[in-house]
């Protein structure tokens, strides 16, 4: 992963010195706590779950998010095993605004969480999808800007989320539904 090292770190570079002030060392530790764990995610899923208009989406927010896991989280950080930025730096030099979290760092958990969920529930209803997309990109950049993750981290997280969001509605609509039709009864199909 130290290819990607002349791109990373000019991006971090810049984010440490010209985004940092008192409002955005306390805004992106909050933002960053939203996509701990997928917990918003994954909360929103389940209070959609209870919505017929917006069952189907949540499912596949949830579906999403668990196939992320377990290819980001499971699989995809243990094969590359990729440090985290602030291991580089010194911390006299930068202080951590959040506790240091454990593990590797490729790809973000927190941002592909993020884009899987906003792309599940965006292919389903746009105008809340877009909403999603928006807080996704907020955690995804939260990681960067408190050096727990590299741009390259992010971007991948991101790709990967969106790649599983987009791709779970699509086999759910092409290969679920045809098989299931009876799914609509339960607002499931709707």
């Given at each position: 992963?130290?290819?990607?090292?002349?791109?990373?770190?000019?991006?971090?570079?810049?984010?440490?010195?010209?985004?940092?002030?008192?409002?955005?060392d306390?805004?992106?530790?909050?933002?960053?706590?939203?996509?701990?764990?997928?917990?918003?995610?994954?909360?929103?899923?389940?209070?959609?779950?209870?919505?017929?208009?917006?069952?189907?989406?949540?499912?596949?927010?949830?579906?999403?998010?668990?196939?992320?896991?377990?290819?980001?989280?499971?699989?995809?950080?243990?094969?590359?095993?990729?440090?985290r930025?602030?291991?580089?730096?010194?911390?006299?030099?930068?202080?951590?605004?959040?506790?240091?979290?454990?593990?590797?760092?490729?790809?973000?958990?927190?941002?592909c969480?993020?884009?899987?969920?906003?792309?599940?529930?965006?292919?389903?209803?746009?105008?809340?999808?877009?909403?999603?997309?928006?807080?996704?990109?907020?955690?995804?950049?939260?990681?960067?800007?408190l050096?727990?993750?590299?741009?390259?981290?992010?971007l991948?997280?991101?790709?990967?989320?969106?790649?599983?969001?987009?791709g779970?509605a699509?086999?759910?609509?092409?290969?679920?539904?045809?098989k299931?039709?009876?799914?609509?009864?339960?607002?499931?199909?709707?």
């Open positions: 992963m130290e290819f990607f090292l002349p791109f990373d770190g000019p991006i971090l570079t810049f984010i440490q010195q010209h985004f940092h002030n008192p409002v955005t306390a805004f992106f530790p909050f933002v960053t706590y939203l996509g701990e764990l997928g917990a918003c995610w994954a909360f929103l899923s389940l209070v959609l779950l209870f919505m017929k208009k917006y069952r189907r989406a949540g499912i596949l927010m949830l579906a999403a998010m668990l196939l992320g896991t377990l290819l980001g989280e499971g699989l995809l950080k243990h094969l590359i095993c990729r440090p930025p602030f291991q580089y730096i010194s911390s006299d030099f930068l202080p951590l605004l959040i506790s240091p979290p454990s593990g590797y760092s490729f790809p973000s958990g927190h941002t969480a993020s884009f899987a969920a906003a792309s599940a529930l965006f292919s389903q209803h746009r105008r809340e999808g877009a909403f999603a997309f928006l807080l996704a990109s907020l955690i995804g950049f939260s990681r960067m800007f050096l727990v993750h590299f741009p390259s981290d992010v991948a997280g991101a790709l990967l989320g969106a790649l599983l969001g987009f779970t699509f086999l759910y609509q092409k290969w679920v539904l045809p299931f039709p009876r799914l609509e009864s339960f607002g499931i199909n709707s």
